[in-house]
């Protein structure tokens, strides 16, 4: 019975990331190298950019996460990449070089889905119970997610219009801010003892989707009204406004979600993951609600590679390989 290490390859978007994973929740390595500061300059990420800067970094992360996890590359049970969804040009470099290493080194490939990814980060800290309900919030993604079982996954609800993660980037620069934004809002926000009440979208009384473009707009009217009064300070009420309205959309969804289907586990993940004040809201319904909520360390919320490692290992057990036709895929449905 041998050890299964995976090697894992994350660039879908602005973090080149290679990781060793062991049994799926060893992390022996997990190297992430931020291209925040090159695309902070632009006010977001330029896939042109992004691609080049993954081209320069892939290969050294390779040599340092297989060195960092003191293994050898025979020892080595697959290749995970990231197949998508993400920038196109930026999941091409993983690719290729998931490809090139595990042709180089005849180990099986396996292609592995970011979000999946995001999800299974919650394996690293903790077994995960079926079913499940996970909560992805990041720049690039909002959904609620039905696992039934292990590699099962229902796609129940998503944002009709910004990720919440676009849309906190998006206040944030209307504020000041530079990119990516959210952290300074959330700051701001829990900082604050006043409050500008802004609109919750709620949709159908049923629904599990999302829409933060409303919100967004209604912080950028304020913020305009705001100037043209002359005002000053009201960026921290702005924030925690936009905060609240955020947060309780989240938290009510999801708990409806665990709620309706029956869920015995609540799992959040993605960069804004990253958010205390969701944490926290999200902590205390929970405890009242007595359901179990797992949440990543910080460091497997945003962009990284364990997480692939973690999703691959499921795939590896069933032999999920891919074949060398791997394609990057942009717009992957989980
Ligand atoms: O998962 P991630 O690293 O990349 C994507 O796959 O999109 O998420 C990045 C997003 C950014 O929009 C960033 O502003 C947001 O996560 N974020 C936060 C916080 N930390 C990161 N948003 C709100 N509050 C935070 N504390
Ligand atoms: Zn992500």
């Known amino acids: 019975n041998r050890d299964c290490y995976i090697l894992a390859v994350e660039t879908s978007c602005d973090e080149t990331s290679v990781a060793v994973v062991r049994n799926g929740t060893e992390v022996l390595s997990n190297l992430i190298a931020s291209q925040i500061e090159t695309h902070r300059a632009f006010g977001g990420v330029v896939p042109e950019v992004a691609s080049r800067k993954h081209v320069e970094s892939i290969t050294l992360m390779l040599e340092g996460a297989i060195q960092e996890a003191g293994i050898t590359l025979e020892d080595l049970s697959a290749v995970a990449v990231t197949e998508g969804p993400g920038l196109v040009g930026a999941l091409l470099v993983g690719i290729m070089a998931a490809k090139s290493l595990a042709f180089a080194a005849d180990k099986p490939l396996i292609g592995t889905h970011h979000i999946a990814g995001h999800i299974y980060a919650n394996r690293l800290v903790q077994e995960i119970r079926y079913p499940s309900i996970a909560l992805v919030v990041s ?61 919750r979208a709620w949709l159908e009384p049923d629904s599990y989707d999302f829409s933060f473009s409303g919100l967004k707009s209604a912080v950028l009217n304020a913020v305009n009204q705001h100037k043209m009064r002359g005002e000053e300070g009201y960026g921290p009420a702005i924030a925690r406004g936009f905060q609240e309205s955020v947060i309780e959309v989240l938290v009510e969804k999801a708990i409806r979600a665990v709620r309706s289907t029956g869920a015995v586990q609540l799992l959040l993940c993605g960069g804004v993951a990253a958010n205390r004040g969701l944490r926290s809201a999200l902590a205390e319904r929970c405890e009242k609600e007595r359901i179990d909520l797992v949440i990543p360390p910080l460091k497997y919320c945003t962009d990284n590679a364990a997480m692939i490692g973690a999703a691959a290992y499921l795939k590896w057990k069933s032999k999920e390989f891919s074949n060398w036709e791997l394609k990057a895929e942009p717009s992957l449905s989980l």
């Open 139 to 199: 720049g690039g993604h909002t959904e609620l997610v039905l696992m039934e079982r292990e590699g099962s996954f229902k796609l129940i609800g998503r944002t009709r219009d910004d990720a919440v993660g676009e849309a906190y980037d998006k206040v944030a620069r209307a504020l000041g801010f530079p990119y990516p934004g959210g952290p300074y809002v959330d700051k701001l926000a829990l900082e604050s003892d006043t409050v500008e009440v802004l609109p």
